[in-house]
C-alpha cells in the first residue's frame, strides 16, 4: 500500500504500462460491462473482453 504522498508517482508509473498511456477508471469498466447488458452486444458470444488498456494485447507469450 502506498502512503497518500506517494499515490500519484506510483499511478504515473502504473500508467506507462498501458499502451493506451493511462491507468484505467471504473467508467472504463462501466462502459464495457453497459454494451454487454445492452442489445448492442447481442450477437456476441464466447467473447473475452480485455478491458486492460491493451496490455495484455502487447504481451508476447
Known amino acids: 500500500v502506498f502512503p497518500a504522498d ?8 502504473l500508467s506507462g504500462l498501458h499502451p493506451l498511456g493511462r491507468v484505467g477508471t471504473p467508467q472504463d469498466v462501466a462502459a464495457a460491462i453497459v454494451f454487454l447488458l445492452s442489445s448492442a452486444s ?18 508476447n507469450y
Not at 499515490?7 to 504515473?12: K, N, V
Not at 447481442?42 to 504481451?59: K, L, Q
Request: charged share 15%.
Open 6 to 13: 506517494q499515490l500519484d508517482g506510483a499511478m504515473e508509473q
Open 42 to 59: 447481442s450477437w456476441t458470444t464466447g467473447a473475452i473482453f480485455n478491458v486492460d488498456g491493451g496490455v495484455m494485447a502487447g504481451r
